[in-house]
């Protein structure tokens, strides 16, 4: 069965958000605990490239079913996760990539690389890192896991921060964020 990606986002009430992201029923890689650990011979680049044996990886329906079973260990690596097996995967940066975000009742929706929605607040909060003149914003967003907002997202976070005054934060979901890394 082809993979259908979501309407856009723009397009998306925030109660049309939550049900997108109810219906993504995720495994539950957190509860695994696989005897059998190896090595995926993938990786993950910078700008949220997925490679296997030095190859990317075109197909983003395979992209989406691997980012499923990602998660990150304690000591900050990663990993993919069955109940049977637990393969390490390289991650350059954030395994994951904000695309998009639109700001809908008072909350900030953003849409990541693997079609995946993600509602900032206080289960998936933003963290700015980096420096005043290279700043980098993360969301968090499930098992230990971070999405790198983009150049576009970030200028669109930023223009919706102004919006809200000159003191570079944005609020969702009850939660203010800063824009500005301390």
Same mark, same amino acid.
Not at 45 to 50: V, Y
Not at 68 to 83: F, I, K, N, W, Y
Not at 104 to 115: E, I, K, Q, W
């Given at each position: 069965?082809?993979?259908?990606?979501?309407?856009?986002?723009?397009?998306?009430?925030?109660?049309?958000?939550?049900?997108?992201?109810?219906?993504? &029923? #995720?495994?539950?890689?957190? =509860?695994? /605990? +696989?005897?059998?650990?190896? *090595?995926?011979?993938? @990786?993950?680049? $910078?700008?949220?490239?997925?490679?296997?044996?030095?190859?990317?990886?075109?197909?983003?329906?395979?992209?989406?079913?691997?980012?499923?079973?990602?998660?990150?260990?304690?000591?900050?690596?990663?990993?993919?996760?069955?109940?049977?097996? &637990? #393969?390490?995967?390289?991650? =350059?940066? /954030? +395994?994951?990539?904000?695309? *998009?975000?639109?700001? @809908?009742?008072? $909350?900030?929706?953003?849409?990541?690389?693997?079609?995946?929605?993600?509602?900032?607040?206080?289960?998936?909060?933003?963290?700015?890192?980096?420096?005043?003149?290279?700043?980098?914003?993360?969301?968090?967003?499930?098992?230990?896991?971070?999405?790198?907002?983009?150049?576009?997202?970030?200028?669109?976070?930023?223009?919706?921060?102004?919006?809200?005054?000159?003191?570079?934060?944005?609020?969702?979901?009850?939660?203010?964020?800063?824009?500005?890394?301390?």
């Amino acid at each position: 069965m082809p993979y259908t990606p979501p309407p856009e986002l723009a397009s998306l009430s925030l109660a049309e958000i939550a049900e997108q992201v109810a219906a993504r &029923k #995720l495994p539950p890689v957190a =509860e695994w /605990a +696989p005897t059998h650990e190896g *090595d995926s011979h993938m @990786r993950i680049d $910078a700008a949220g490239t997925w490679y296997h044996d030095g190859s990317p990886i075109t197909r983003p329906a395979m992209v989406r079913a691997f980012s499923g079973l990602l998660r990150r260990e304690e000591d900050g690596s990663h990993s993919l996760v069955t109940p049977f097996q &637990k #393969l390490a995967i390289a991650v =350059e940066d /954030a +395994p994951l990539v904000a695309v *998009d975000v639109q700001r @809908r009742d008072g $909350a900030l929706a953003f849409r990541l690389n693997t079609d995946d929605l993600v509602v900032a607040g206080p289960d998936h909060a933003l963290a700015a890192r980096g420096d005043a003149d290279t700043p980098a914003i993360y969301l968090h967003v499930r098992n230990g896991l971070e999405a790198r907002l983009n150049r576009s997202t970030y200028e669109q976070l930023a223009a919706l921060s102004l919006e809200e005054g000159d003191d570079w934060t944005v609020t969702s979901g009850g939660e203010t964020f800063s824009l500005r890394p301390a």
